[in-house]
């Protein structure tokens, strides 16, 4: 069973990912529009997820440090780097890093989408009238495929402003789950780290057999992989809670990050200095 920790990261980042280029360009998003592309290799961000489990009347805490570095990034995509450790019960379970290329359409390496533009679309966020431009994306899976619709515009940051996507198994007519994102305010207050004002908001509805997943994220272009901050949690059926999480950015830099060992030891060392 996939800890949820690492799920909260994944929604958190398709939050700020909602996984284009201008007119005359070729149809699909660019390096622009990817949370990692825009940097260079070495920059790096390290966060903090603290979840609670909740079955049959017992709630378990556990408590996941991700440090993720920009390895390399052209014009087809990034490699990241990822370790992550994990702290469950005052024991610390650390895994080994891994490597992970990613196309700035979200898909991993062999798996690039088909690309279809429908053209011009307007939004609204609070008010402010955003033009986009449409793309419907379908990715092949095994058993089945994985369609996105996106609206992004490049002029106005986050750029992708919104993205509904439905995965399909054998029977390609009825989705077995459903992902809806989208911007919902440009200019949020934002406080919880350094110097922010303010931030992208962001809100990420995810629907499955086992329940509903809202996650909201506060995101920001400045920051490697984008995420400030996201909450999220998870109802069953019949709107139990289920798991309730939190995720927090924790330190990042731009350039590679000396002298650590260690991710909790990094936010030891680093939390005083803020």
């Known amino acids: 069973m996939e800890c949820f920790c690492t799920k909260c990261v994944r929604a958190c980042l398709l939050a700020v990912m909602l996984c284009g ?3 005359g360009q070729q149809t699909g998003l660019t390096r622009q529009h ?3 592309g825009q940097f260079h290799p070495g920059a790096w961000s390290l966060v903090r997820v603290t979840t609670e489990s909740y079955e049959g009347g017992q709630m378990l805490k556990s408590v996941t440090e991700t440090s993720t570095t920009l390895s390399g990034v052209d014009e087809a995509g ?4 990822v370790e992550v450790a994990v702290l469950v019960g005052g024991k610390r379970l650390d895994t080994d890093p891994q490597t992970l290329r990613q196309g700035f359409h979200g898909e991993v ?3 690039e989408p088909a690309i279809k533009d429908l053209g011009r679309a307007e939004l609204v966020v609070e008010n402010r009238r955003v033009d986009c431009r449409v793309l419907e ?4 899976r095994p058993g089945g495929r994985r369609v996105s619709k996106i609206w992004y515009s490049d002029a106005v940051d986050p750029y992708i402003i919104r993205r ?4 399909y198994g054998d029977d390609l007519r009825t989705p077995i789950s459903k992902t809806s994102v989208e911007v919902v305010s440009l200019e949020a207050p934002c406080a919880v780290f350094r110097n922010f004002r303010t931030a992208a908001r962001v809100k990420s509805v995810h629907e499955d057999a086992s329940g509903t997943t809202t996650t909201w994220a506060s995101t920001s272009s400045v920051v490697p992989g984008g995420v ?3 909450s999220s949690q998870q109802v069953d059926k019949e709107g139990r809670l289920v798991l309730r999480s939190n995720m927090q950015l924790l330190d990042y830099g731009l350039q590679p990050s000396q ?3 260690g991710l909790f030891w990094r936010w030891r060392s680093t939390r005083g200095r803020r």
């Open 228 to 230: 400030i901050c996201c």
């Open 164 to 167: 509904v996507t439905a995965v």
């Open 259 to 261: 002298g650590r060992s």
């Open 78 to 81: 990034v490699t990241l780097k």
């Open 109 to 111: 390496a062999g798996n």
């Open 21 to 23: 280029p201008a007119i």
């Open 137 to 140: 994306l379908e990715f092949p």
């Open 34 to 36: 990817h949370p990692w």
